[in-house]
């Protein structure tokens, strides 16, 4: 039976309270006494760095997890969420960072998936017009003007996340848990789903919002709980409450500045790309990187950034050009010989591309390496390896129970760090970071920023692709500018601004490169 909360005004005025929520798993402790309150129609932001227990809380909320100690009342009444279908009876829905949706099915049947409508349950005959209808309803009320009978396969990243809003208002939620909603969202998307929640909210519907974009966070959040190092910090009222003082909260120190970039003297040119055209563009580009310079490519999404820096690895095939590595002609660009010339790729979709996310940290970081592991006989030097690999761990403090551990069971910003330390094994000379700080926390990002400072003091060119304005202006030496896979603009640090670099991106300035 549940037990209800003696203050009534809890009853009153909140949906959820967590009190010494603690879970932890082997060689980890990840909550420890963990405190939370969610009122009734709130939006509501848990703050933290990776790895300061957040996703472990929410999967306790989803029933996930179980718990090790603490309550969970809710609606004034002491719980137990043993399931995840107990947690979607109470009200509660969860939209995970990766959308947990079946591409081959319509908008409708995701929505209903486990749930379906049935006009004959004992034969199992589904009522589609039922389904279809409730779906469009839910559609209607969501101002998305979609066919429910439509494949996801079809839809967009933010349409997608709208199925997966829609799929939780099926359940008539309550509270709704968005982990990292905008990661993947253009600005226009952005708003739109803010217009979204603005509604839910009206309606009386609580959501948790994790994000580590804090601008969001204060035009969409009224309160946030700060979680550091799987322990509770504090809850605080955003209106009341500086970003810096958050960022403090959630870092555990005060950040002197967010981009701490350290001017380095820049040398010889380590990457020439000549005439490069990827497959389907009809625009040629060049451009030369340096040693001891970090280069920022800036551009709108699609303005061909990522697509032009998997060419120039070999990543994907081009239609012409050259790429040079410190003088010296890549003749058959693969990925294999710009490996063995010197470079390095940080993909932005480091857990697809990045990393093998069934392998240790060990075989992670030694796999851009192995041929330079091997003897004579072609055997790996196992005891190399492993002093190879602690040494990278130590050096970039990555937080790990140890080198044996599965990648997968990570923080982001590890993760991250892991990828950056398969490439120094490699002796990489030039390091291409495509959105080097996507989904990690500000703690994490300026370690990530520390360690490009190093790299560049050290003589490696850094080439950064990024959709955060602030980190390019903050951490580039020179900026170059791409609007329709093309180059229409060169900027050093002195010079480029934000307005400028918009400018140019949008194809307002298009003047020649310098």
């Known amino acids: ?15 959820l309270k967590l009190q010494g929520i603690s879970k932890t798993f082997p060689g980890v402790r990840a909550l420890n006494n963990v405190h939370m309150e969610i009122r009734k129609g709130e939006v509501h932001a848990l703050l933290g760095e990776n790895g300061a227990g957040k996703s472990t ?38 939209i995970y960072q990766e959308y947990n949706l079946v591409p081959q099915l319509s908008i409708a049947e995701n929505v209903w998936i486990g749930r379906e409508k049935f006009s004959n349950e004992a034969l199992h005959l589904i009522n589609w ?17 979609l066919d429910p009978r439509r494949p996801v396969s079809g839809l967009g990243v933010a349409q997608q996340q709208m199925v997966e809003i829609a799929k939780a208002l099926s359940l008539d939620a309550k509270l709704l848990i968005m982990d990292e909603p905008t990661s993947a969202l ?14 839910l909210k009206k309606r009386g519907v609580s959501i948790i919002f994790i994000s580590h974009h804090l601008e969001e966070v ?21 209106a009341d409450t500086r970003q810096d003082e958050i960022i403090r909260l959630m870092v555990g ?18 990457l020439r790309v000549e005439n490069i055209r990827v497959k389907n563009t009809r625009t040629e580009v060049s451009f030369s990187a340096y040693t001891g310079e970090s280069l920022g ?67 992670n970081i030694s796999l851009a390496s192995l041929f330079k592991l091997r003897g004579k006989s072609g055997l790996l030097h196992l005891r190399e390896e492993r002093r190879q690999v602690e040494d990278f761990v130590s050096r970039l403090r990555i937080t790990t129970p140890g080198i044996n551990q599965l990648v997968q069971y990570l923080s982001g910003g590890n993760q991250q760090k892991v990828v950056l330390a398969k490439w ?43 959709s955060e304005m602030p980190e390019l202006l903050g951490m580039s030496d020179r900026i170059l500018v791409m609007h329709e896979n093309a180059l229409v603009a060169e900027m050093n640090r002195l010079e480029a601004t934000q307005e400028k670099v918009l400018a140019a991106a949008m194809g307002a300035d298009t003047h020649e490169q310098n």
């Open 218 to 238: 204060f035009e969409i959040c009224e309160r946030g709980t700060i979680l550091r190092d799987g322990e509770f910090i504090q809850t605080v009222d955003l």
């Open 57 to 94: 809380l929410m999967k306790i909320l989803s029933g996930a997890y179980t718990r090790d100690s603490g309550k969970i009342f809710w609606e004034g009444n002491e719980i137990e969420i043993r399931s995840p279908k107990e947690a979607r009876d109470l009200g509660i829905g969860i």
């Open 424 to 466: 120094l094994a490699s002796r990489s000379r030039i390091l291409i970071f495509d959105e080097p700080t996507r989904g990690i926390d500000v703690g994490a990002k300026v370690e990530v920023y520390n360690l490009m400072n190093q790299l560049v003091e050290n003589g490696v060119a850094v080439i950064m692709v990024s």
């Open 253 to 270: 120190r005060s950040l002197e500045q967010q981009y701490p970039k350290i001017p380095a003297k820049r040398g010889e040119e380590a």
């Open 186 to 199: 253009t600005n226009t998307e952005i708003k739109n789903l803010f217009n979204v929640i603005r509604t």
């Open 297 to 363: 490519i800036a551009g709108l999404v699609g303005a061909g950034r990522t697509e032009l820096m998997r060419a120039v690895f070999g990543a994907d095939k081009v239609e012409k050009g050259r790429v040079f590595v410190f003088g010296h002609q890549i003749k058959r660009l693969t990925p294999k010989s710009a490996i063995r010339a010197g470079m390095g790729f940080l993909p932005e979709d480091r857990k697809q591309q990045g990393l093998v996310l069934i392998l240790s940290v060990l075989e």
């Open 129 to 145: 017009k039922a389904m279809y209808d409730s779906t469009q309803k839910i559609l209607n009320d969501l101002h998305l003007s």
């Open 1 to 15: 039976m549940p037990v209800p909360i003696e203050n009534e005004s809890l009853n009153r005025d909140y949906l």
